[in-house]
């Protein structure tokens, strides 16, 4: 049976080469993405920032509501269709999006790390990516074997589709699929499916290609249940990220201790972070976790 650990970890994203957070504070986060530096809001960045002057490229100014409206303003040239980064061995286009972030989250690097350890001498496994966006994690797991990655967006699944190209991986196996995460979760219930692996990553709030409406806290207990019915004692992970919502990771470490409590492993939970490059090394958190592990 899978055992709930209560004391929180934390998951701590390292600066590599084409990302870093230089600085952080007063509410303000300055990064390195490639070529260019660019300011974000941060509400967690508390404390003062380390350096005096921050070069910047471009700033996002946030709107006035909490829904993350606001908009970018640029003091270099900077491309719209974007600029290529690599993280190990995927390649794919960072830019400017309307929603503040750069089209991938480094935050994450820690969590493709992990999955892969999961998986460690595998090379047909099957794994699941649900709210895949742009598709960094899901060429991560590729190497692995087979991989799913459902997306509402066919923006965002066009961009992943892209970043495939870009590092040479467009021939791995690799369903692209455009759909509602929480609809084609329960399809592959009903058509007895399993996976070794989930990764999910569900917005606050969204809206499938259909009108179907995503809310955090009413929808994601559902969804948890019926990828609960697609792991078994054989599988490997699930791993589940959350931003942007007041919420513990205590909470959705119970969550899936209920859904999962029937399998074996372990259910961690806790933060991911980012260090700050340089000698202070701050950690800056960024969303709350919970994960289901088998096996060493």
């Given at each position: 049976m899978a055992t709930l650990t209560l004391a929180p970890q934390v998951m701590v994203g390292s600066p590599w080469g084409d990302f870093a957070l230089i600085d952080s504070g007063h509410g303000r986060k300055l990064e390195r993405y490639g070529p260019h530096r660019f300011i974000r809001p941060e509400p967690q960045a508390m404390w003062a920032p380390a350096l005096a002057d921050w070069q910047a490229d471009g700033e996002f100014v946030p709107g006035s509501d909490e829904d993350g409206g606001g908009r970018w303003q640029f003091d270099r040239p900077v491309s719209r269709e974007g600029w290529p980064l690599a993280w190990n061995d995927v390649r794919f286009t960072a830019s400017c999006t309307p929603f503040r972030h750069l089209g991938f989250f480094p935050d994450m690097a820690p969590v493709w790390d992990w999955m892969g350890e999961r998986l460690d001498g595998q090379s047909e496994a099957s794994t699941l990516n649900l709210f895949g966006y742009t598709g960094v994690g899901t060429l991560s797991l590729s190497r692995f074997g087979s991989v799913t990655h459902v997306d509402a967006s066919k923006k965002s699944v066009a961009q992943a589709r892209a970043n495939a190209a870009l590092s040479g991986m467009d021939g791995?196996?690799?369903?692209?699929i455009v759909d509602d995460a929480a609809k084609f979760t329960a399809r592959e219930v009903r058509r007895g499916k399993r996976y070794d692996g989930i990764i999910l990553d569900p917005p606050k709030f969204g809206r499938g290609p259909e009108g179907e409406v995503w809310r955090l806290e009413e929808s994601l207990p559902g969804?948890?249940?019926?990828?609960a019915r697609l792991l078994d004692a054989n599988s490997?992970?699930?791993?589940?990220t959350v931003y942007a919502v007041r919420m513990s990771s205590l909470a959705i470490g119970g969550l899936l201790a209920e859904a999962l409590g029937h399998l074996p492993g372990k259910i961690e939970h806790g933060d991911l972070a980012l260090a700050e490059e340089g000698?202070?090394?701050r950690v800056l958190p960024t969303a709350i976790f919970a994960r289901w592990k088998n096996g060493d």
């Open positions: 791995r196996p690799v369903r692209w969804l948890i249940a019926d990828c490997r992970f699930l791993f589940l000698p202070g090394g």
